[in-house]
T-cell receptor
């Protein structure tokens, strides 16, 4: 069935890199997304990757896609306190008008 | 400013008392959707709408109704709320919903509903 899985929590030291992982099930996904939810706010699209790409870099963010293992990761370099948020992995099915979201990973930053 | 608005932001109500949460977008988006967010479960889609007068069930539609009479508005109706509908609700919209496009979703600020 449709499923996107993430670990619920991640704690990193300020200045270190954060790596948030996600696994998905639909091999025909067209786009995979990372959304960020700051406290008290709605989700906001952070970055995305098209399914024919392996990697995408955008300033401090690096997205890696392993289609064989259906594994997606988001790396945040030089993690700052402003990166504290819940990060949602999501996939867009090619055959359906919906986006499936994971449960979200809460990233907390230690001084 | 391009945005999705929801009202109310917070609501405490009692079991069985009908309520409506409004959602409005000013981006001329065709696709609109309602989600509920519960701890450990992420976002689950309740209903979505591909365009005016076109609505469809998501993953957890039981106990909810929607309507799409105008492009900009997509209200969520709870005819007889129950405590298991206590949750954080998000409305979202995107340019379109079908096909192969990117379809970035824009989310409202959320409505925290408590049913006692």
């Amino acid at each position: 069935g449709e499923d996107v899985e993430q670990s619920l929590f991640l704690s990193v030291r300020e200045g270190d890199s954060s790596v948030i992982n996600c696994t998905y099930t639909d091999s025909s996904s067209t786009y995979l997304y990372w959304y960020k939810q700051e406290p008290g706010a709605g989700l906001q699209l952070l970055t995305y990757i098209f399914s024919n790409m392996d990697m995408k870099q955008d300033q401090r963010l690096t997205v890696l896609l392993n289609k064989k293992d259906k594994h997606l990761s988001l790396r945040i370099a030089d993690t700052q306190t402003g990166d504290s948020a819940i990060y949602f992995c999501a996939e867009k099915y090619s055959s359906a008008s919906k986006i499936i979201f994971g449960s979200g990973t809460r990233l907390s930053i230690r001084p | 400013e391009a945005q999705v608005t929801q009202n109310p932001r917070y609501l405490i109500t009692v079991t069985g008392k009908k309520l409506t949460v409004t959602c409005s977008q000013n981006m001329n988006h065709e696709y609109m959707s309602w989600y509920r967010q519960d701890p450990g479960l992420g976002l689950r889609q309740i209903y979505y709408s591909m365009n005016v007068e076109v609505t469809d069930k998501g993953d957890v539609p039981e106990g909810y109704k929607v309507s799409r009479k105008e492009k900009r508005n997509f209200p969520l109706i709870l005819e007889s709320p129950s405590p298991n509908q206590t949750s954080l609700y998000f409305c979202a919209s995107s340019l379109s919903g079908g096909g192969q496009g990117l379809y970035e979703q824009y989310f409202g600020p959320g409505t925290r509903l408590t049913v006692t």
